[in-house]
C-alpha cells in the first residue's frame, strides 16, 4: 500500500520559517494537498494540487512538490499556527479498488 | 455556506455495527464524492470511504469487508456502517467533501468509543 512518511514534530521561532516534508513513492507524480488541524477541531485544508491556497488561507503557507517529497512552507509563523500538519495524496496503483486517499503520518508544529 | 454533520451514537459494543450519518447542507450532492475519514485518539487519519451521487463506492482496502456506505438523495444524507468493530475502531468519525483529490470541507467529527 502506497505510504506518505512526514517527520513527527517540528519546532519553529515566531516570525521564522517552518518546513515541513512528506515523503513517498514518486508523489512528485500525484497532486499533494495538505491540512492543517488545531487541538480539538476538524482539519483544515490549506494547499491543494501542490501549491493552491483555497480562500482564506494566508500567503504564509505555500507548498512544492517534486520528485519524492513534498513540502509544505510556513513563513513568518505565527503562534496560532501551532498545530498538527498532514499531508495526503491518492494512490491508484492498486487497480482492483481504484484510487483510494493516503493520508500523510502527521508533524505536530511548535512555535516556541 | 457548506455544512456537514455527523450523527450517531458515542458509544458501540465489541462485534457489533457502528452506524453514522452524515447530513449535507449548502451543496449540491451530485456535484461531488462524499467521504467518511477517521481519526483515533492521538492518531493520524485514515480514509475508509466514499460515495458518488450515483451511489458508486470506494472503500479503503484494510476496511472493505467490514465497510458499507449509502446514500438518500432526497434527505441530503449518506451513511456509514462498519460491522463486527473491536476496541482498534474508537476514532472521531469525520465525513468529507471530496473535490478533485482533495478533502475541501469537513463535518465536526463524532467520537465513537467501541465499549461493553
Known amino acids: 500500500s502506497y505510504e506518505l512518511t512526514q517527520p513527527p514534530s517540528v519546532s519553529v521561532s515566531p516570525g521564522q520559517t517552518a518546513y515541513i516534508s512528506c515523503s513517498g513513492h514518486?508523489?512528485?507524480?500525484?497532486?499533494a494537498s495538505w491540512y492543517q488541524q488545531r487541538p480539538g477541531q476538524s482539519p483544515v485544508l490549506i494547499i491543494y494540487?501542490?501549491?493552491k491556497r483555497p480562500s482564506g488561507i494566508p500567503e504564509r503557507f505555500s507548498g512544492t512538490n517534486s520528485g519524492n517529497t513534498a513540502t509544505l512552507t510556513i513563513s513568518e509563523t505565527q503562534a496560532m499556527d501551532e498545530a498538527d500538519y498532514y499531508c495526503?495524496?491518492?494512490?491508484?496503483?492498486?487497480?482492483?479498488?481504484?484510487?483510494?486517499?493516503?493520508f500523510g503520518t502527521g508533524t505536530k508544529v511548535t512555535v516556541l | 455556506q457548506v455544512q456537514l454533520q455527523e450523527s450517531g451514537p458515542g458509544v458501540v459494543k465489541p462485534s457489533e455495527t457502528l452506524s453514522l450519518t452524515c447530513s449535507v447542507s449548502?451543496?449540491?450532492?451530485?456535484?461531488?464524492?462524499w467521504n467518511w475519514i477517521r481519526q483515533p485518539p492521538g492518531g493520524g487519519l485514515e480514509w475508509i470511504g466514499h460515495?458518488?451521487?450515483?451511489?458508486?463506492?470506494q472503500y479503503n482496502s484494510s476496511l472493505k469487508r467490514r465497510v458499507t456506505i449509502s446514500i438518500d438523495r432526497s434527505k441530503k444524507q449518506f451513511s456509514l456502517k462498519l460491522t463486527s468493530v473491536t476496541a482498534a475502531d474508537t476514532a472521531v468519525y469525520y465525513c468529507?467533501?471530496?473535490?478533485?483529490?482533495?478533502?475541501?470541507?469537513w463535518g465536526q467529527g463524532t467520537l465513537v468509543t467501541v465499549s461493553s
Open positions: 460515495i458518488s451521487y450515483s451511489g458508486n463506492t
Open positions: 514518486k508523489l512528485g507524480e500525484k497532486y
Open positions: 494540487q501542490d501549491r
Open positions: 468529507a467533501r471530496r473535490d478533485d483529490y482533495f478533502f475541501d470541507y
Open positions: 449548502g451543496d449540491s450532492i451530485p456535484s461531488h464524492d
Open positions: 495526503q495524496t491518492w494512490d491508484d496503483s492498486t487497480y482492483v479498488d481504484g484510487s483510494i486517499y493516503v
